[in-house]
């Protein structure tokens, strides 16, 4: 297990770099003159060459590189052209909001999406068989960006159910702990805060749930179906065990490895849609203010954010595949 | 079937009445009628590629065109989708969008097809560092939220649909590759690859004229769900504004313009949404009715 643990660390030390050879690649596929996108046509060839050197691109590109990776392994992304603040801490700011919102999407999907398939495993081909894997089937087709504005207008703006946009009201007091605005007001006993953040976030949190809740629901149905078909499945009906204990301890158990996976995937897919959602729901995370830098090409944030982001990544997909190994004691890695 | 009694007769009668000629295509097309979901897949997508190569004839008004003094308006008999801010049909807009998203579909599949193929057949054919260089090359690639990776493509190549195809093309290279990869390698221990190699063909020959045309199943599956997540993708970068811009009739940047003013006319959005919707729709349920119709494994299932 930690041998594997180990090998796993050291494999993904070349996708580490070459990850950050791709980042810090990025903004050299913008035609032309970097420093001038950046400052636009009206700049003097004096504010030119001043940010060129800043920035350091007049040296030649493995220079550059080899100073970008330096620094950003000693914890240094650069500076935001725009806010004139480091990368670093502006990703420490911004991530929380995105964490709250991935965390609050993923449980909903997962609880959604899995009860979905184990019922429809359970009764295949019933009505709420049909009906949820029509549901799924709609789901992963959705386009969230669609369904983000629908909500808006229907429970926003027409019905004022919820809020449409933002992730606390304004004049809403919450003293900041962790950022994590609801782990925040149940820990100060805040139940108006609370309440608040836990409208602003519901909507942006379903629309980034649809496709996860879908393919999970999928996933499971498919691979509780096949486990439920097992003979010893036929045997825990038989000796008369009641039907939650067949379905939760002995069947669910073992489909969840598929399950696992495919959460473990969306995961990355949701941090990627989070760029959508929080755009749509002026959602105040790491994937809007990567989303106007990237527009805006504020390069050291596009490379360091998006560096980032990819780290996140990386390291998430290595911690479901050891996750594996205590889900299902059946595998081993050599 | 066969009893000890069947004479050789008999044998070559059911050789004559097997449908031999048929092949596995044949079979797989019949297969993929019998699902329901499948063939109505198939007519949605049908309906998309019609609807995009009849747009002049069917769209009842230009799409580009304004028409100020019909802003706005409400779906009716003269405007079934209702009007925009700029008063243009909305109805023939979504129908000249069609052309755009089959375009985007196509080409940007194509990209990754062409490109995953190739990049997943010589790994998978020639193994060892090769192998090992390539797969860590598309392990890089999969270290991005693919979504991300494609905004920020777009972004940096200037935004238009033809980077939008490009980049949507290029973060769909690794899946191809992969399941290239894994065809590769079950069909290249088959003992007809050997013969081949025994009647002396080079590699290169093996490789274009006996393992790829033996891998095409899985890769129509995936190229068939891959035009569905591309035209999502490039609705996307549309409506962020990466994508196709204005004023062309094209879904995504219909919902960008559409949302300042889906407060007082939800129309607006509604139906450019409701099109994505369905020709993604289309494409997941051909695309899953073609896995289940060419794939071997689930036959009976």
């Known amino acids: 297990m930690f041998n594997y643990i180990l090998k796993r660390l050291l494999m993904i030390i070349p996708v580490i770099i070459g990850v950050s050879i791709l980042s810090f690649l990025l903004i050299h596929l913008v035609p032309g003159d970097p420093a001038r996108m950046m400052l636009g046509e009206r700049a003097t060839p004096k504010q030119l060459e001043e940010l060129r050197e800043s920035l350091g691109l007049n040296d030649p590109l493995p220079v550059q590189y080899m100073r970008f990776a330096n620094k950003a392994l000693h914890g240094d992304l650069g500076r935001s052209v725009r806010s004139k603040l480091p990368v670093t801490e502006e990703i420490a700011r911004k991530f929380p909001a995105t964490l709250e919102l991935t965390l609050f999407a993923l449980t909903i999907a997962v609880i959604v999406g899995g009860l979905a398939g184990i019922i429809s495993a359970v009764k295949p081909y019933s009505l709420f068989d049909n009906m949820s894997m029509g549901m799924a089937l709609f789901g992963v087709s959705i386009p969230i960006f669609w369904l983000g504005l629908m909500l808006i207008w229907l429970l926003g703006v027409k019905f004022h159910i919820l809020p449409p946009s933002g992730r606390i009201s304004v004049g809403v007091e919450l003293q900041s702990i962790t950022n994590l605005y609801i782990l925040d007001s149940i820990l100060t006993g805040n139940w108006k805060a609370l309440k608040d953040c836990l409208a602003h976030i519901i909507m942006p949190a379903v629309a980034l749930a649809t496709i996860p809740m879908a393919m999970i629901a999928r996933v499971t149905r498919s691979s509780m179906l096949e486990v439920l078909g097992q003979d010893y499945i036929r045997t825990a009906w038989a000796k008369g065990l009641p039907g939650r204990l067949v379905i939760f301890r002995h069947a669910f158990k073992n489909a969840f490895l598929p399950v696992l996976t495919v959460i473990g995937l969306q995961f990355g897919y949701l941090l990627g849609g989070a760029v959508m959602t929080e755009e749509i729901f002026s959602w105040p995370g790491v994937g809007r203010w990567l989303f106007v830098a990237i527009t805006a090409r504020d390069f050291p944030v596009v490379q360091g954010g998006i560096l980032m982001v990819a780290l996140v990544f990386v390291t998430i997909n290595l911690l479901v595949d050891i996750l594996y190994t205590y889900v299902d004691p059946r595998i081993r890695f050599d | ?301």
């Open chain 2, 1 to 301: 079937m066969t009893t000890p009694e069947v004479t050789a007769a008999d044998k070559a009668a059911d050789i004559v009445m097997e449908p031999v000629s048929k092949g596995p295509w044949v079979e797989g097309f019949r297969r993929l009628l019998r699902q329901k979901t499948a063939v109505l897949g198939l007519i949605i997508v049908c309906t998309l590629i019609i609807t995009a190569l009849l747009a002049p004839v069917l769209a009842p008004y230009d799409p580009l065109v304004p028409d100020l003094v019909n802003r706005l308006q409400p779906p009716s008999a003269e405007h079934p989708f209702g009007t925009d801010a700029l008063g243009r049909d909305i109805l023939s807009r979504v129908i000249y969008g069609s052309r755009i998203s089959i375009q985007v579909g196509i080409i940007a599949v194509g990209i990754s097809l062409l490109c995953g193929t190739l990049l997943g057949a010589i790994s998978g054919y020639y193994g060892g560092k090769l192998d090992l260089v390539i797969m860590r090359l598309i392990d890089i690639l999969m270290a991005f939220p693919y979504i991300l990776l494609a905004i920020a493509i777009t972004a940096m190549l200037g935004p238009g649909l033809t980077n939008a195809m490009i980049a949507i093309g290029i973060v769909g290279i690794p899946i191809y590759a992969r399941v290239v990869r894994g065809a590769v390698l079950s069909v290249k221990e088959m003992e007809y690859i050997e013969a081949a190699r025994v009647c002396g063909c080079s590699n290169f020959r093996i490789l274009f004229k006996h393992v790829l045309p033996n891998c095409l199943a899985p890769l129509i599956v995936q190229a068939t769900l891959g035009i569905g997540t591309a035209i999502l993708d490039a609705a996307g970068l549309g409506f962020l504004g990466l994508g196709a811009q204005p004023p062309k009739p094209e879904w995504g940047i219909m919902l960008n313009k559409g949302k300042d003013v889906m407060q007082i006319a939800p129309w607006v959005i509604m139906f450019p949404g409701a099109a994505i919707l369905l020709a993604v729709l289309g494409f997941n349920l051909l695309g899953d009715g073609l896995r289940d119709a060419l794939d071997p494994r689930l036959k009976d299932s």
